[in-house]
Nanobody
Framework: QLQASGGGLVQTGGSLRLSCAAS????????WDWYRQALGKQRELVAR???????NYADSVKGRFTISRDNAKNTVYLQMSSLKPEDTAVYYC???????????????WGQGTQVTVSS
């Protein structure tokens, strides 16, 4: 189970830090992703961090967002700075994980957290 938190209302130019923690039975976690979905738009990949710590970002957030992970806490973070109104969306975390040694890899989604940037 993934629990996302940290969303809220912020003014243009402000910052927010999202967190997403995995709980329950966890054997291995592979990559972590943050997606977002604005009203009336398709869900898009915002940032990814691999098990080795490599990161990738959507062009629209490069230089403003930073994804990181704490493997000891099974948690991923998304530090968002210089926020713009177009960053307004519901943000979802996703991970590829194995719940136990005898189960395969599967994708797990968090419940989403709303980020609203006012102009």
């Amino acid at each position: 189970q993934l629990q996302a938190s940290g969303g809220g209302l912020v003014q243009t130019g402000g910052s927010l830090r999202l967190s997403c923690a995995a709980s329950g039975s966890i054997f291995r976690i592979n990559a972590w992703d943050w997606y977002r979905q604005a009203l009336g738009k398709q869900r898009e990949l915002v940032a990814r961090i691999t098990s080795g710590g490599s990161t990738n970002y959507a062009d629209s957030v490069k230089g403003r967002f930073t994804i990181s992970r704490d493997n000891a806490k099974n948690t991923v973070y998304l530090q968002m700075s210089s926020l713009k109104p177009e960053d307004t969306a519901v943000y979802y975390c996703k991970t590829n994980a194995r719940p136990s040694p005898w189960r395969g890899w599967d994708d797990y989604w968090g419940q989403g957290t709303q980020v609203t940037v006012s102009s």
